[in-house]
């Protein structure tokens, strides 16, 4: 039986090889970690993270040919093929610090495999990485490998939070960098045969080490440029009186450029788009490429305007204060479907309404109160001012209430803001919200999910990213 051990029980490393054990009875998989409460969760009825779909394939396998275990030497040491899957935050000190990758687990981890293992290993780079980090692992496993044969190979992961468990059953590709000689072919080969249980094969593709590693990170800049270009058009439709989902329909409709993933939002968030595009300016840098640099940039720039603008636009449309005012912040999470809180946009539109001295009152169906608590009272790394913002004050603590329930959230409020595009948002009862709201009643909705008619004829008076705009916030026009 091949033995597969995973180093990371993360949102990366725990679905993908709950979806390895299914597809491969004849695998057994060990999912290994150096936090205890994780593996403690996913031994549990009250997994670490929520994604949908993913219970039920934990159940079916674990204790079977799936093992979450902080014994992470013995089934390193045990394992033919070794997936590492920790995090590779940004570097927050130290040489390239706001936007090199920190591998200090990773390096961790192959020192750790080079230490303990006793037969030759296939070593994957699972996580996201700099292009030529293979190189480096290459060496510190060669340079202590007692005779032991490793073979590096990247396959890097592409599933979205929320819809893991699909993207993993059903992937557009899969992809696996290695090294052209016999042995790295055969250790191509190797990884390709497990994905070939469920992956079509002409859906598994083969490159050179430094192609697959940077695909990763092209990919993901690619992706969050599309949603930097549409929310640079919103700013616009907003301005001229176009309405930003008529036109991302029909640039869309050109089959050239696709439909998909042309939602204009408050902005992108998560734990990979920014760190990513951030990794990539780095290595542009370090390889002299200050214009290529320059240019990705932007996407993150562009980012960043479109949470502050609509603070600003909050603000403003408010008589230019929300000091003392309630406001109702519907949905945390970075995205529907997941209980991640990493680089919301949540955290930056609450911070700005609580330094204009706003009183919160926040519901999201999946975050707990400790993680919205933690999130705004943590420093944020600012990527473009290496400096330590401060936290939220002690004081302002005060000013955030959490609730498990969205129409206790905007009881009294003088405003809405919608940050996650969770479905209930959209079939909530407005006339009720309405009637137990201070007026004028404003609801701001920075993921377009609600019905802007609807809700006008109510009597709220509605923003929505990128739509033409109420009378009322034509005339109250929001600083840029
Ligand atoms: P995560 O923080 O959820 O999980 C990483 C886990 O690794 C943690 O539980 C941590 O305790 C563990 N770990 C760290 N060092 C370790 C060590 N030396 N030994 C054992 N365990 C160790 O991270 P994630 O979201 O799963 O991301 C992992 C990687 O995958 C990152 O490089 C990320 O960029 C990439 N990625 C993430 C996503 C995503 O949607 N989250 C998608 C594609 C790729
Ligand atoms: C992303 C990539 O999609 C995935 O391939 C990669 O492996 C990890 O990073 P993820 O961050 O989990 O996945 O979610 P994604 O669906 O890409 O959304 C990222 C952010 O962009 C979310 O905040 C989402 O709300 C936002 N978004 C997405 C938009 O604002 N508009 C869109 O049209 C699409």
């Not at 936090?35 to 994604?51: F, K, T």
């Not at 409709?253 to 968030?269: E, H, Q, T, Y």
């Not at 969205?406 to 309405?434: M, P, Q, V």
Request: contains cysteine.
């Amino acid at each position: 039986m091949v033995k597969i051990c995973c180093i990371g029980a993360g949102y990366v490393g725990g679905p993908t090889m709950a979806v390895i054990a299914l597809k491969c009875p004849n695998i057994s998989v060990a999912v290994v970690d150096i936090s205890v409460s994780r593996i403690q969760a996913w031994n549990s009825d009250q997994l670490p993270i929520y994604e949908p779909g993913l219970e039920e394939v934990v159940k079916k396998c674990r204790g079977n040919n799936l093992f979450f275990s902080t014994d992470v030497e013995k089934h390193v040491s045990e394992a033919d093929i070794i997936f590492v899957s920790v995090n590779t935050p940004t570097k927050t000190q130290g040489l390239g610090a706001g936007k090199a990758a920190d591998l200090t687990y990773w390096e961790s981890a192959a020192r750790m495999i080079a230490d303990v293992s006793k037969s030759d290993k296939i070593v994957v780079e699972k996580s996201t990485v700099p292009v030529k980090t293979a190189e480096a692992i290459e060496k510190i496993l060669t340079h202590n490998a007692k005779g032991i044969n490793f073979q590096i190979l990247s396959n890097p992961e592409f599933l979205a939070e929320g819809t893991a468990i699909s993207d993993l059953y059903n992937p557009d590709r899969v992809l696996i960098g290695g090294r052209e000689t016999p042995e790295g072919k055969k250790a191509i080969q190797a990884l390709k045969d497990v994905y070939a249980h469920w992956v079509p094969v002409d859906r598994i593709i083969c490159t050179n080490l430094w192609s697959a590693e940077l695909s990763k990170l092209a990919a993901n800049a690619f992706l969050a440029q599309r949603i930097s270009s549409v929310n640079a058009m919103s700013a616009l439709c907003e301005a001229t009186g176009a309405d930003v989902s008529q036109v991302s329909h029909a640039v869309g409709m050109d089959s050239r450029i696709g439909p998909k993933f042309l939602n204009a939002s408050v902005g992108f968030g998560g734990s990979c788009f920014q760190k990513d595009i951030l990794n990539l300016i780095y290595i542009c840098e370090c390889n002299g490429l200050p214009e290529v640099a320059n240019y990705w940039k932007q996407v993150i720039k562009v980012n960043d305007y479109q949470k502050t603008r609509f603070v600003n636009r909050l603000v403003s449309s408010m008589f230019n204060t929300v000091s003392g005012k309630k406001i109702a912040i519907l949905g945390f999470a970075f995205k529907k479907d997941t209980g991640d809180t990493r680089e919301t946009p949540a955290i930056d539109v609450c911070k700005g309404l609580l330094g204009d001295k706003a009183m919160l009152s926040i519901y999201d169906p999946q975050v707990p109160e400790e993680q919205i608590m933690r999130d705004l009272s943590m420093n944020k790394y600012e990527w473009d001012h290496p400096i330590h913002l401060q936290p939220m004050s002690p004081s302002a603590v005060k000013q955030v209430k959490v609730t498990w329930d969205a129409y206790e959230a905007t009881k009294d409020s003088h405003g809405i803001c919608i940050l996650t595009e969770w479905d209930e948002f959209r079939n909530l009862d407005y006339k009720r919200i309405y009637d137990n709201m201070q007026k004028p009643a404003f609801v701001f909705d920075g993921r377009n999910v609600v019905d802007m008619e609807k809700l006008r004829q109510i009597g709220f008076i509605v923003y929505s990213i990128g739509k033409p705009l109420d009378a009322w916030l034509k005339d109250m026009p929001a600083m840029a």
